[in-house]
């Protein structure tokens, strides 16, 4: 009896003093007739550390730790770290940057004037104090001076205060500045067109792999608000679920991405159906009385179901890899930006870029690096990039004319970079290349049954010519609504005797071992003509680019 007594009065030392326990409700979860033990920190690390990302993956999903459980102090910095670009996070930086920003450390009397990114009606505390909430403020206000190219972010304020229960406040930035600034995983959206981009993602998919809630919803919907609804998807999971839930989602959250909230969001549209099919269910009778919109928030914020149910409802949906929901989000954004579809506006924010142009400090990036481009053609192929990719410089990964002609070298150098940019000069002085959305270590994947894929790469990658013609050659998937063959599917391949790009019908750019000689040729993966003159060619240069932080 005294352990048990000694285990209640314990169980909120985990929460930091900027957290009000007070109103923490205690952990309800389904009994379980099998008591699994649950798994500690060391041994979650030691499979991090060992590079053993699936078996982690798996236990955060299925490991119900309770919400007071001090495991979480430890295990979100580790799974935020991972994903940090620069895993040196200098001790100290962050109160340089607060006395940089105020002038001080000490909590300030008066409210901070928050980063324009910040949506004050999702500003979620959570059970956070009144000091609590002014350190959530400091957080995001040294975030925003940190990395000004956050336009529009409405998820980083919510995500602040959700990281702050279960840490100090160093440690919260350091985490946050780690998933903000991820390029393998995408957390939070930076700019209000991607912001657009996910709430259609998550419509795309949910009428693709939850069709049946899909159509429930649009049916409880009048007229033009089936679509509409989906719009709020993010802030059914961060402003509707209970806390408990919430944590056991962030859990996840933290090593898989912003798929994990996708997923969630699913699940509550299919647990929302199954509790609304019966017409006298107080659901039904909310969305009578209130509309959907009131009736899906309270099902949310009352949720029948334990947060162990949520998760095995929300990846229990198949169909869902993170390559196909990578591709649904790539297609949905080209769709967008070339619509110039942004709520009406038809100004859009280019990161760190004016008029879409590059920023001087890549100009002469460039300028002292490449044997290829001049500043006019920068300007032209700047302007194609993928918006995200603006706020980052180049960096020169690879030449010819430094590190040799060696496909060797070039693994060596480019292998682990995404995304990279490949220029090629050749004899005749033609100047082409390609965007490449994927990693080129991507070559030694293999598929379930253990064979090596032959293509990879998503739907973002493009081909370009700089001379002596401009174009811009897309993949032919991007046109909305288009169905394409498996064949116009063939982005990228690679081995240890040659590099292609572009497939089906032809090789729109194939490069030998040496990286010496090559030839083109119409392809169907983006319906472009050769983009030289002969097809085949001798390469004077090639360069490869890769972005870097700013």
Request: charge should be neutral.
């Amino acid at each position: 009896m005294l352990s048990v007594l000694e285990e209640e009065s314990d169980i909120y030392e985990v929460f930091p003093p900027h957290v009000d326990t007070s109103e923490i409700p205690s952990q309800q979860d389904s009994p379980s007739s099998r008591k699994i033990p649950l798994k500690s920190y060391e041994e979650i690390d030691t499979l991090l550390d060992c590079g053993k990302k699936r078996e982690v993956k798996i236990i955060l999903r299925e490991n119900c730790w309770p919400t007071h459980s001090t495991i979480r102090s430890q295990l979100w910095p580790r799974l935020c770290h991972q994903h940090a670009p620069d895993k040196s996070m200098q001790e100290g930086f962050y109160w340089d940057l607060v006395n940089q920003l105020f002038g001080t450390t000490e909590l300030p009397d008066k409210g901070i004037l928050l980063p324009q990114f910040v949506e004050n009606q999702h500003k979620h505390y959570y059970h956070l104090t009144k000091a609590g909430i002014k350190v959530a403020d400091r957080i995001v206000c040294v975030l925003g001076f940190a990395l000004p190219d956050i336009t529009y972010s409405p998820m980083v304020y919510p995500i602040t205060a959700l990281l702050l229960h279960f840490m100090t406040e160093e440690e919260c930035y350091n985490c946050l500045a780690s998933i903000v600034s991820s390029k393998d995983i995408m957390f939070i959206t930076q700019t209000k067109q991607l912001h657009e981009v996910t709430w259609r993602t998550v419509m795309h998919i949910s009428r693709k792999h939850i069709k049946s809630a899909a159509v429930s919803l649009s049916r409880q919907c009048p007229n033009s608000r089936s679509e509409r609804i989906y719009m709020d998807w993010i802030w059914w999971v961060l402003q509707g679920l209970p806390f408990n839930h919430l944590v056991r989602v962030m859990d996840t959250y933290l090593h898989e991405g912003i798929k994990v909230f996708y997923r969630i969001s699913m699940a509550i549209l299919v647990l929302f159906q199954k509790y609304t099919s019966d017409v006298n269910s107080r659901w039904s009778k909310e969305i009578q009385e209130n509309g959907i919109d009131s009736a899906l928030h309270s099902f949310c914020s009352q949720i029948p179901v334990s947060p162990r149910k949520l998760l095995r409802v929300a990846f229990g949906i198949r169909g869902l890899s993170s390559k196909y929901i990578r591709r649904v989000f790539v297609k949905t954004e080209m769709t967008l930006k070339s619509r110039e579809v942004l709520n009406g506006s038809r100004q859009l924010l280019r990161s760190r870029s004016s008029e879409n142009l590059p920023t001087s400090q890549s100009q002469i990036n460039i300028q002292m690096m490449s044997h290829t481009l001049t500043i006019r053609e920068l300007f032209t192929l700047w302007s194609w990039l993928p918006m995200r990719i603006t706020m980052y410089q180049p960096v020169l990964l690879y030449t010819t004319e430094e590190h040799g002609c060696s496909l060797t070298t070039f693994y060596i150098r480019v292998e682990q970079h995404e995304p990279t940019l490949l220029m090629i000069k050749t004899c005749n002085n033609e100047v082409f290349g390609a965007y490449c959305s994927s990693r080129w270590v991507e070559r030694n994947q293999k598929d379930e049954r253990g064979n090596r894929n032959a293509y990879f790469g998503t739907g973002e990658t493009f081909l370009f010519s700089l001379y002596p013609e401009r174009a811009k050659y897309p993949w032919v998937g991007m046109d909305d609504g288009k169905s394409v063959h498996h064949a116009a599917e063939l982005f990228m391949a690679a081995d240890t005797k040659m590099i292609t790009i572009g497939g089906g019908d032809g090789q729109a750019i194939w490069m030998d071992e040496n990286i010496r000689f090559g030839k083109t040729d119409r392809c169907l993966t983006f319906n472009n003509p050769p983009l030289c003159q002969g097809r085949d060619f001798e390469i004077r240069v090639l360069e490869v680019y890769g972005f870097g932080t700013a």
